[in-house]
């Protein structure tokens, strides 16, 4: 059975950090594309970040550019969304997708396969 878990929300101050996880069960995360979307009460959802296939390119929103990082780590099927200087608009729930693209870079707007259930994240005083 093809699954995204993610896990690592939780409530943090502003100026904080959280790291995101994505592990993957029933296929192999390193031949697919990973994003991160998020989506806050009442706005649609967002591409956050993502992870080529082919060469572990990154790209990030300019929103999280210089405090969010993302990275693969292959032999633990998992994909980490490390979150620093977190802020009040961050506060989101967060998932993670996978996309079967295979080639240069990765792309928010393709069609994502697979979805993990989400994990809320909170940056409240």
């Known amino acids: 059975q093809v699954q995204l878990v993610e896990s690592g929300g939780g409530l943090v101050q502003p100026g904080g950090s959280l790291r995101l996880s994505c592990a993957a069960s029933?296929?192999?995360?390193?031949?697919?594309?990973i994003g991160w979307f998020r989506q806050a009460p009442g706005k649609e959802r967002e591409g956050v970040s993502c992870i080529s296939a082919y060469d572990g390119s990154t790209y990030y929103v300019d929103s999280v550019k210089g405090r969010f990082t993302i990275s693969r780590r292959n032999d633990k099927n998992t994909v980490y969304l490390q979150m620093n200087s977190l802020k009040p608009e961050d506060t989101a729930v967060y998932y993670c997708a996978s996309d079967v693209w295979s080639g240069h870079g990765c792309y928010f707007s393709h069609e994502y396969d697979h979805w993990g259930q989400g994990t809320q994240v909170t940056v409240s005083s």
């Open positions: 029933g296929f192999t995360l390193d031949s697919y594309a």
